[in-house]
């Protein structure tokens, strides 16, 4: 049990931990041009000079924004649909289905029922 606990509990979060404060590091410390060898003038509001690596850094913050969004929405579709998070949906006891016309040619817009295909 307490190995379980660090493997799948503690350490990831440390590790997790750690790459937030890095990131977070990372968009205070390149945020003026003078932290990297390329920079980036804005040509609206607020005419600022940006660092390139700063840019790239926010890049890094947009997919965090979009990984948060996808955890809203993964617990939205558990509150509608619990049986997938349980593994009710598909399991080892499910049957297998096969459709009846298995085999059956298919043409471009029809199904040859005739079973002669037409030339």
Known sequence: MPRSLWLRGILPVLGGLMLWAALG??????WGPGHSYTSWHMGFWPHRDISRVFLIDL?????????????????????????????????????????????????????????????
């Open 25 to 30: 590091y990372n968009l205070y410390f390149h």
């Open 59 to 119: 890049i890094d913050l947009i997919d965090l924004i979009s990984l948060v969004i996808g955890v809203v929405l993964m617990f939205a579709f558990a509150a509608v649909r619990p049986a997938f998070f349980r593994g009710e949906t598909l399991n080892r006891d499910t049957p297998t289905l096969v459709p009846e016309d298995l085999g059956t040619e298919v043409r471009l817009f029809r199904v040859d029922e005739s079973g002669a295909a037409d030339g």
